[in-house]
């Protein structure tokens, strides 16, 4: 009998790649690759990886470094490099990494059994096309992949709406929907599994269906997820404020499993460096669409990505997105320094801001979130929030879940209310976590 063969997969940055990643598991699953916590077990690595900031994209090298050490001691190892470094890269990547094996670009996830066939016979070998059909999203076996009780369900890719700092347009290509009818089959699919909570995930998921003719609009297909019996929570992520739409806020107030979080990442809160983002929305209309839907559904939880030091970007510009934060009262916010990307528009902007001018702003943002969060997190205390429960904590006897809005809860509980939605008291509102009981 051969022996069982181990893949070692790492995942770096968003959650487009965690679900890319669930795919890879499960394609390599089907050619005989079992994963493994433990790299030096392994007879394929694959590094999924991320380049949307330069320090990303670093992490990416340091990694494909240690990796030398692994190959020369166990030279029969396959190395792999996939998403959007090897998009970027291509072929480069293996001239510049000779213990290198494997390079597969974002379109190019469902060769890669083909891939490691050929790597397993000693080639070398990279494929970066972009594929612009909706077919290769449908290219991966769909019930095979990890268990759970909250799953990503991918509905399109891509994005073409060129925000100037952004190098996705670049990686990722077009803006591509999967065919309506097959994202409801997998739905379906995972409910049947015991799924209760499914994740709408794209670039960009407000543009689903507008460039496939007869296909359903993002709306259209949120109500028709909501049909599906046993899919007791929907989320979606990522909406572009510039097509949050009242169609879609309405959704908020009128379908009931739609949970009540919004991802909405403002970037910046000065319309000036708004402009130069190209983000095709003001401060005004930002915040216009925040107070429609805090007016629909008061009890929206809102979170958000800004970035700091976008060139140009004065202190008063600076000060314009604290207030906006203020405004908004987001519960979370992922906040970054601005990085200057290959190809994008931003990179040839002048006016740079210096590394300890970006610093210092991001500093004062993440105090002025962290005192936002703790307060939003302490104000739930005394509520029953309704949670799902995920799973069993590290600390024993402890369980975890999400509330609605998307906040952790910590609590005790058992492990047969895994996979169910429970009434929890809030008792305590923490940093990063709320802590409760349940209502018995
Ligand atoms: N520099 C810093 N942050 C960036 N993001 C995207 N591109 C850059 C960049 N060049 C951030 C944005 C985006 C999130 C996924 O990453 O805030 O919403
Ligand atoms: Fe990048 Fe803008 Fe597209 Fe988001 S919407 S992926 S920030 S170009």
Known sequence: MTREKLLYLETFGCQMNVSDSEKIAALLKGVGYQPTQDPSQADLVILNTCSVRAKAEEKVYNHLVQYKGLKRKKPGIILGVGGCVAQQEGERLLANVPHLDIVFGTHNLHLLPELVRAAEKGERLAEVGFIDNETRLDLFPVDERTDGVSRFVTVMQGCENFCSYCIVPYVRGREISRRS????????????????????????????????????????????????????????????????????????????????????????????????????YTREEY??????????????????????????????????????????????????????????????????????????????????????????????????????????????????????????????????????????????????????????
Not at 208 to 229: D, T
Not at 269 to 276: E, F, I, K, M, P
Not at 345 to 359: C, L, P, T
């Open 287 to 440: 915040l216009g669409s925040i107070a429609r839907l805090k007016a629909a559904c008061p009890s929206i939880q809102i979170t958000g990505d800004i970035i700091v030091g976008f060139p140009g970007e004065t202190e008063e510009d600076f000060q314009a997105t604290l207030s906006l934060m203020e405004e908004v009262r987001y519960t979370d916010v992922f906040s970054f320094i601005y990085s200057k990307r290959p190809e994008t528009k931003a990179a040839g902007y002048a006016d740079e801001v210096g590394q300890d001018e970006k610093q210092g702003r991001l500093s004062r943002l993440l105090d002025l979130q962290r005192r936002i969060t703790l307060e939003t997190n302490k104000s739930f205390v005394g509520t029953v929030q309704q949670v799902l429960i995920e799973g069993e904590s590290r600390r024993g006897g402890q369980f975890y879940g999400r509330t609605s809005g998307n906040r952790v809860v910590n609590l005790a509980a058992d492990v047969s209310l895994v996979g169910s939605i429970v009434n929890v008291m809030i008792t305590r509102g923490d940093q990063n976590s709320l802590q409760g009981e349940l209502c018995r």
């Open 181 to 280: 009818a097959d994202i409801l089959g997998e739905v379906r699919g995972m409910a049947g599994k015991g799924v209760k909570e499914v994740t709408l995930l794209g670039q960009n998921v407000n543009s689903y269906g507008l460039k496939s003719s007869g296909e359903m609009s993002f709306i259209a297909l949120l109500r028709e997820v909501s049909l599906i019996p046993g899919i007791e929570r929907i989320r979606f992520t990522t909406s572009h404020p510039k097509d949050f739409s009242q169609p879609l806020i309405d959704c908020f107030a009128e379908i009931p499993k739609l949970c009540r979080h919004i991802h909405l990442p403002a970037q910046s809160g000065s319309n000036a460096v708004l402009a130069a983002m190209n983000r095709g």
